[in-house]
Nanobody, 116 residues
Framework: QVQLVESGGGLVQAGGSLRLSCAASGSIRSFNVMGWYRQAPGKQRELVATINNFGGTNYSDAVKGRFTISRDNAKNTEYLQMNSLKPEDTAVYYC??????????WGQGTQVTVSS
């Protein structure tokens, strides 16, 4: 089984920064994709960013240029560096890891609140 524990959320003013971490443990296959979803009240879940085991990344248009996803393969940990935060970034952020051909595993979620 796989478990993910995420941390780093909190309250920050617009223009500030936060760094989210997500540590995975268990049976992690070498070929996998990690990433982050977010969900704000009354809105659909949004895929924020992904990173594969080779370091290839994808970002949503809403966060491109402001957020950076990274990973440490030795530690099975992924990160989301969030800069120039905006109130519209307020959401619960969920990390995930998906081994190819398998269903994803999810973190517990961490609240990010950006005040104006």
């Amino acid at each position: 089984q796989v478990q993910l524990v995420e941390s780093g959320g909190g309250l920050v003013q617009a223009g500030g920064s936060l760094r989210l971490s997500c540590a995975a443990s268990g049976s992690i296959r070498s070929f996998n994709v990690m990433g982050w979803y977010r969900q704000a009240p009354g809105k659909q879940r949004e895929l924020v960013a992904t990173i594969n085991n080779f370091g290839g990344t994808n970002y949503s248009d809403a966060v491109k240029g402001r957020f950076t996803i990274s990973r440490d393969n030795a530690k099975n940990t992924e990160y989301l560096q969030m800069n120039s935060l905006k109130p519209e970034d307020t959401a619960v952020y969920y990390c995930f890891v998906r081994m190819y051909t398998s269903d994803p595993y999810w973190g517990q979620g961490t609240q990010v609140t950006v005040s104006s």
